[in-house]
């Protein structure tokens, strides 16, 4: 019998609701079962649903959330979403940051929606960085006054995947919220490591000799780009003894001459794999992978690292439980 139900909202392939379950191990360290129960999931994306249902018991509802009636939703104390973050993105500037004015930008109100008709205990919403400083810095309030609104005590912090033995700097806004007459204040997971304590890549790298040659950059491609570009790399070429830089969901299209991470092989040049990118973001092994490498890079860029989750889940439990006595 479990304690607590949850509801996963853009759950895409389910790193939130890996971390809410726990019971996993990852880079052998392992993080204990959580007394929770996730009773509903819900994603737009089928190609990371499949991912998503390879994996949990409860098996994830595709469709758009603004189609889905509350009263559909099982009742439960913990709401998690992580709405859709490419308006917000520093780097999303094709099309430009148009924050909460775009649809997409707009699906926080989705999430306030459910919390005014279902009342849970708490809510976890992540996004990206880029959240705070959107619009000249005008969504970000609205976002926390629609929370506020709905009857929550809310608060944020940025957290640093890096902080809690993720091989990645992965920089994200965490916003919690108690209902009102719990009388609780949000409070978020302690850094765990300094940077010199770090994980580093190298722990969740493949054997290189062992890598499909698809993954590797051609010769012509290389010659062609140094040609062209004498002071090529600008693209990240990662240092193995030191965390990765953020991994997103666009991977599948890396270039050498972008700022997304890849890997100097002796002379060459390679890619992540699609299970590498899911080690970086700290899915355990044992987490099943299907569909194309594209929709697998996509699926895995956008999650959200479960030992992150494990670590926020944590705090809330123990606030609850201090609510509860």
């Known amino acids: 019998m479990y304690g607590l139900k949850a509801v996963s909202l853009f759950c895409g392939c389910g790193g939130t609701d890996l971390g809410l379950l726990g019971g996993f191990k990852f880079l052998n360290k392992k993080y204990p079962r959580n007394n929770i129960e996730i009773v509903f999931s819900n994603d737009i994306e089928e190609s990371a649903c499949k991912i998503y249902d390879e994996n949990f018991e409860n098996k994830c509802t595709v469709g758009d959330i603004r189609n889905i009636d509350s009263n559909d939703i099982p009742d439960h104390d913990i709401l998690t979403g992580g709405f859709p973050c490419q308006s917000f993105s520093i780097v999303a500037l094709n099309p430009p940051r148009l924050g909460h004015i775009s649809e997409n930008g707009k699906l926080f109100f989705e999430m306030a929606r459910i919390?005014?008709?279902?009342?849970?205990?708490?809510?976890?919403?992540?996004?990206?960085?880029?959240?705070?400083?959107?619009?000249e810095r005008k969504a970000f309030p609205i976002i926390l006054n629609e929370f506020e609104k709905a009857g929550y005590v809310v608060d944020y912090k940025i957290l640093n995947a890096a902080w809690f033995g993720i091989p990645q700097k992965r920089e994200r806004v965490f916003i919690v919220g108690f209902r009102e007459d719990l009388d609780l204040r949000p409070t978020f997971p302690e850094r765990i490591l300094t940077e010199e304590k770090f994980v580093s890549l190298k722990h969740v790298i493949s054997d290189h000799n062992?890598?499909?040659?698809?993954?590797?950059?051609?010769?012509?491609?290389?010659?062609g780009l140094k040609k062209a570009n004498p002071k090529m790399n600008k693209g990240r070429i990662q240092d193995m003894n030191r965390p990765c830089s953020t991994v997103g969901a666009h991977l599948a299209k890396v270039s050498l001459n972008s700022t997304d991470p890849v890997l100097k092989v002796g002379g060459r040049y390679r890619r992540f794999t699609p299970r590498e990118v899911a080690r970086i973001q700290s899915f355990p092994y044992s987490f099943k992978i299907v569909g194309t490498d594209s929709h697998q890079y996509k699926s895995f860029g956008n999650a959200v690292p479960p030992v992150m989750m494990w670590h926020v889940t944590r705090e809330i439990i123990k606030n609850l439980s201090t609510s509860a006595n």
Do not use: H
């Open 115 to 135: 919390l005014r008709e279902k009342k849970p205990k708490v809510f976890v919403a992540e996004n990206v960085k880029g959240i705070l400083s959107a619009n």
């Open 210 to 223: 062992k890598v499909n040659p698809k993954y590797y950059f051609s010769g012509t491609a290389l010659r």
